[in-house]
């Protein structure tokens, strides 16, 4: 337990869905981050977030939004998804950026 | 070529063995980090490191800044063990983005 959960674990959805992934971190954290694993493919950061502001937005399509409504919480609002969009979605948080990073367990996501 | 390369990408040991995962890196960096994952996804970080060696029980890691390159090594494995280990490194623009490696997948037979 790494005092970072997200909701919900697994998610099936079709590509006109919206849906939302939702992350919380009980650390008093400044910084939370977004990551994407794919099948056969390292980690990739999405998005990171200090202090609620968005600080590193690496190349996202806009079919992934994020929200950090407070330090606690960072969401990632779905739509219109592609079939490759499948994988694995980490959150991670950290002191301040540059710390050492508290995973989640992740989200596994299948859009059909 | 990616930025930061692992080898090697698969290791299969008995119990008790020492074992060496390595890790070489292209770009300039502030930070090094070893994280762990296990069946299921959940990542744990095992060590933050810019400089020299550190230790934490049964796992050592390394780091030659000059040379660009890291090595995780893990004394009397055990079957608990068995997990992917990844490199990642933070790169000194930007210290926030942690570029990956593709990962060791490491099993320990009993």
């Known amino acids: 337990e790494t005092g970072v959960t997200q909701t919900p674990r697994h998610l099936v959805m079709g590509m006109t869905n919206k849906k939302s992934l939702k992350c919380e971190q009980h650390?008093?954290?400044?910084?939370m981050y977004w990551y994407k694993q794919s099948a056969k493919k390292p980690l990739e950061l999405m998005f990171v977030y200090s202090l609620e502001e968005r600080v590193e937005n690496n190349s996202v399509p806009s079919r992934f939004s994020p929200e950090c409504p407070n330090s606690s919480h960072l969401f990632l609002h779905l739509h219109t998804l592609q079939p490759e969009d499948s994988a694995l979605y980490l959150c991670?948080?950290?002191?301040?950026?540059?710390?050492?990073?508290?995973f989640g367990p992740g989200t596994r996501l299948l859009v059909l | 070529k990616n930025e930061v390369e692992q080898s090697p990408q698969n290791l299969t040991a008995q119990e008790g063995e020492f074992i060496t995962i390595n890790c070489s890196y292209s770009?300039?960096?502030?930070?090094l980090h070893w994280l762990q994952q296990h069946p299921g996804g959940g990542i744990v970080s095992l060590f933050m490191l810019s400089s020299g060696k550190k230790k934490h029980g049964r796992l050592i890691a390394t780091i030659n800044i000059q040379e660009k390159h890291s090595s995780l090594h893990i004394t009397a494995s055990h079957p608990r063990d068995s997990a992917v280990y990844i490199c990642?490194?933070?790169?000194?623009?930007?210290?926030?983005?942690?570029?990956f490696g593709q990962g060791t997948r490491l099993t320990i037979n009993p």
């Open positions: 990642a490194v933070a790169l000194i623009q930007g210290a926030q983005k942690l570029v």
């Open positions: 991670a948080s950290s002191q301040d950026l540059r710390e050492t990073q508290y």
């Open positions: 650390l008093g954290h400044n910084a």
């Open positions: 770009v300039g960096i502030s930070a």
